[in-house]
């Protein structure tokens, strides 16, 4: 694997791949077009990529009662609050994709109460947001906020572990200076 | 398996664990005398149980340049910062067990900045809750700020994956209001 | 009287104290079973140690409509949101004796929310905590929800004098450093 | 006593005062041709009114290494943080009067980063404003500039203790709607 | 034109200026008795000068549904968030002349909250603050209230112009330390 | 003119534009491929439109010691802290035509702290996002920084001048719901 351009400010890449994770990054070259810098961070340690991209995963990917582009919706809000460069860049990419509505994911990005989002979707945004900024006031109105909006707890579980999945993440690309693949700045736009 | 107290406000408990859940769970109240209501919280769905549990036993547990005190430092200096009932409480017992040094932890549970820590160890925290308050204003310096305190690249990653990982935990715990086991008030002081 | 720690970072402490004062620690050993730290802090000048236990006394354990639990609840609250290790300590401890019920007296020291209060005790501490973050914000529809809970014009009185006593107590220990007496840390728990 | 407007929201008002308490409200008249507000609030209840008025007294007029001016300044720039229009009023004109520049009482009341300061009193009024502001981010660092700028010990606990007390007033005042009396608008103009 | 105080704390003075500017700070000097330093700041480069006047002059003398005193109510209750001297200072003055009630002035330069305001001001000044504080949380809703409170959108432009002016004047006079001219302390007293 | 979509949230567009401005959003049409929808927003009073469009355009078109780029650079990087959608989108396809490079433009859009900038922009983005945040805590030192990094008086006026302006749009876009011209988002990519 040659990665052309330092995926941190730190210094941990790792110069041999596992045959495992090696097919790991070939099936995201396959099915992105790239390897995600984020996981070429992790690569140094295969316990913690596989912690990350399990999780990552099951969050993103997996069964919910919430759409996918929902979960992106809620990635790319929290990391507007957070002004997280990398997760802006590389959700904003998945969130003009996935919704189809390049504009939707820049006002998500930038403010997401300039889009016009229906009820369902700004109680959600305004939990995620809420829950990002000042996580000590959260109360059981919020919750009663979601239901009302229409989610069941499990559906609430899932906005909440999505925001604090991405309050984690922001944290850590922040910290480390995480720098995301150039080739999402033109995607879908 | 009962649980007398529910641990979340969400309804979200399994009736039936799997037997490697189970085992896990009595695994834990070998150890530890309970089974933590965190992972009560997520044994409704047994993947998003493993991938919790994966990261942060990687996290806690696992080989790092930190010592596991230090990691309980950071997981409740930014559980301090975002008054985490649940973190403060299950970590600070943590803390206060593993340092030998109840004071101690009351102390970074309370305001790390009370406590008469190395500059190693100060320069740890003051790094963990930059990055939980202001995470927009992480920098080059910041990391600076730990290769002058005596960290290698590899000891920054697990501070920042820490500290932002408690930023997940505390998040998710007031989204749900997630209510720590009893036990813990009592443990260690 | 022999202070084996120094009780602050400031270098103040009286070698001779008055006959009175004595009298006064003695009295406070006997009832405590020790002399607060804040009182050795101010008896430098027995003039100050005066007016600060004559305010303190009359607010903490004078009449009123409040009960000493609740004062204690106003003040553990405030000194969580200010992050003040000294009055967090000392009052934390007091607030576990007088309520009996230490659970409670840990969540109020961490997050008043996490508390199942009644509504009137929750009216109480939203008031005091509001008072403390934006003091500028105040406005007549926070003390009508206090009397909405119940609250007459003299209980509005001892909350307000309360909560902004340990505003200025909180300040006044991370001013000067003050370091609680450690025998708090094991009472009540 | 007729007190012409009513001086706090709250309705407690004491229809007869203690031959004391008249005789030092008539000294307040001839002395500085009024009542203060704050005392007439106080006087429903003669031990609080007198517990107020020892520490202000002490804090205000009593020996210390501060000039009543400074002791003044640091009052009113804490007062300017809180936007406590009761404080503004009252010590504003104090400030004007007792340094004999009013264009100075009001560049403090404003932004005392406004007033063309000695490094001294800049560095108290740092200091004053940090403790207002982020009580938990105080440190020996803090002290130790006081220090720097010519403050021993005892001045720093004179600088701590009028910072710490008014934010305790301000906050009295703006939880009770404490009016000043309109004399103070125009003296020392 | 002589200038015995240097206006701001940038050195860009012109020493000749152009008849037309002559003629205007004679107008000044006529109407308001002194040419308001924030002319003599801007007179460096007269497009500069004359884009500054020209939005100000149409902005707070022009025609529009709000008073000329409400106009100056948004200038103060704006300049008092942002603490800025040069504008508390100056439309502090213009406040208490055209509102013929210095108390007034007065409150509204300390905390809008303060004062007991009809509630058509109240609701333009709750406006003006939060769009000063939080910007980027302005909603639908908020414009509502404006119309609740009797505000049409042709008006509901003119609060938010004034208020957006300010931010702006303010931060240009913080940037370079703009000082107003000493005769505003004394006005309308 | 026919707009086919509202320009901002009120009821205020002209019918009929005079024939200068019809002539001025001719031009626009003709050099920018549209009329920006801030000058359809103010185009209701031909007074404000050209107050602001002369303030606008001496800003960020007229002569400076910052190229177009930077100011550019000062209106996004304003902008961003504000999270304001108008600003973002327009001027963020301004910086990334001007400066040619996509990828900054964005950086500066979401954390400009991610750009690598050289130490010249860095102070100038730094002292622009102060005066953002925090326009009462502006002092010398702020000044001095920027002459440190070869910044004179007459630019320093440029950068106070360009980041309070944008203060002023920001405010003034978030406060009538302005909405950006739906071509800004492709522009440049």
Known sequence: MTISERAT???LQQTQLSQG??????KCREK??????VLVAYAFDETKLRAFTD??????????????????????????????????TAHGAALRQLSGDPKLGEQIAMNYRAANLPPRQRAM??????????????EEADRQALRDAGFDDRAIWDIASTASFFNMSNRMAAAIDMRPNDEYHAMAR
């Open 9 to 11: 400010a730190l210094n």
């Open 21 to 26: 994770t090696q097919a790991y990054f070939d």
């Open 32 to 37: 992105l077009g790239l390897v995600p810098n």
């Open 55 to 88: 999780m990552y995963n099951d969050l993103m990917l997996g069964d919910s009662p919430l759409t996918k582009t929902e979960r992106e919706m809620i990635a790319v809000a929290v990391s507007s609050v957070n002004h997280c460069y990398y997760c802006l």
């Open 125 to 138: 945004l305004d939990f995620a947001v809420k829950l990002t900024e000042t996580p000590d006031k959260m």
